[in-house]
């Protein structure tokens, strides 16, 4: 058996995990977009996929963010044939992310249309890559959802189980049991690993002994700084922000689970009547989308959430929150006078109506903006947590920092290393072959397979792009 590792290798997108059984049975695990600094680049730097996609035979995917799911449309483009399993929450939650992507697809597919062929713009981009609307419900077709801790037979060699593992709503560690001879290797991926006592969300579960863990390092050598009490941190801002000011407050958030958590803990201050009746604009269609999958599942959720939901009927709609549908909704809130709390994508300020919504705030000293979690160098996300207050370019304008920025990293739905460290912990040092870190960058990684060398495991390693280990 091998294992050959296709993405998220020394940074943290574009999940991509091959699985070649000893009978040439191909297993891929999560078919993420790349959305990091770094693009591998391949003999044909236009290629899709650094391998034959029909040669493919089964896709297991651990969540639905786009760094996961998102280049699943184009692998049925290219050849793939077979299901995909993950929970019933990932497939919904998948479906509308990848119809998101493509929406925005066909706009890039207008663009480039619309340029001459000469243009730089125009050849950077690889139109091969650009799926459409049809192309994503083609592969929807083919999603076969698995219940957690259910032992699924995929084929006459091999079974695949799916453990929760928090961090967004019906993630995923899988553990897969593969029969080769008179012998039963176990292989455990862990999809992103969650935090405990996370809003909405079960704790991650820890996983039965394996063979070889393949685990992510997004937070390998960073802690969580804020470890009060979520609530009582979350009303002091809007306060300050919204009755001391008085003024705006503005929060960039992502539409899938970042806004789900925010807008139910707002909820529950709305219900302790700890914050005043203020005005509430959610700027984000995916979100609400979003919101009304995360209220079907209910059941998938912590025992605080269910009994919530009980109680208020809604975990997310209350008095004073508004929904903005449409783009001229979204730019009539500039008009609001009165105090106000505006969420809306991207988390990381990268396009999406967000960017509309700091620009027109950013030079004003009583509105707040709050970063609730990370961003990438390069967006203008990372310019605000990194401490530019003088002048940022916003929409292609120049603009003066007046409003404060403040960040707050109790919403980020990643363990921090101790949380990793558990997760790894639960594995035996004397019976574990190998570990691979994926899913972080690489300074990231390095400190944390120190961590774990210093802990007594052993074979650790840190994968390079398309290396493959025998198993």
Known sequence: MKLTFFGATKQVTGS?????????YQILIDCGTNMGRKREVDDNPFAVFPFDASLVNLVVLTHAHIDHSGQIPNLYRYGFEGQVLCTAPTLELTEILLNDAASLNQRKIKSIHNKKRSTKKSRSVNIDELYLQRQ????????VPVKFEHRFKFSDNGYVTFYPAGHLLGAAHLVFEINEGEETKKIAFSGDIGRKNYPLLVDPMPLPPVDYLVMETTYGDRYHKIKENRLKVLEEVINEACVEKPGRLVIPAFSIGRTQALLYSIHQLVVEGRIPPIPIFTDSPLGRKSNQIYEKYTRFMNQEARDFKNE???????ENLH???????????????EPCIIISSSGMVQGGRVERHVAQNIGNPYATILMIGYAVEGTLGHDLLTGNREELTILGKPEKVMAEIKSLDIFSGH?????????????????????????GEETSMKHFKRALEDKG??????PEYKETFDL
């Open 312 to 318: 208020e009927e809604s975990l997310f709609d209350f």
């Open 457 to 462: 495991y052993k074979n650790i390693a840190i």
């Open 323 to 337: 929904y903005l549908a449409s783009e001229k909704a979204s730019k009539e809130v500039a008009s609001h006078s």
């Open 415 to 439: 363990g921090d290393f101790d949380d990793l460290i558990n997760f790894a912990e639960t594995q035996d040092q004397n019976t574990l072959a190998q570990t691979f870190l994926v899913h």
């Open 16 to 24: 991509m995990f091959l699985l070649t059984l000893e009978d040439g």
């Open 136 to 143: 994503v419900h083609e592969a929807m077709e083919n999603f």
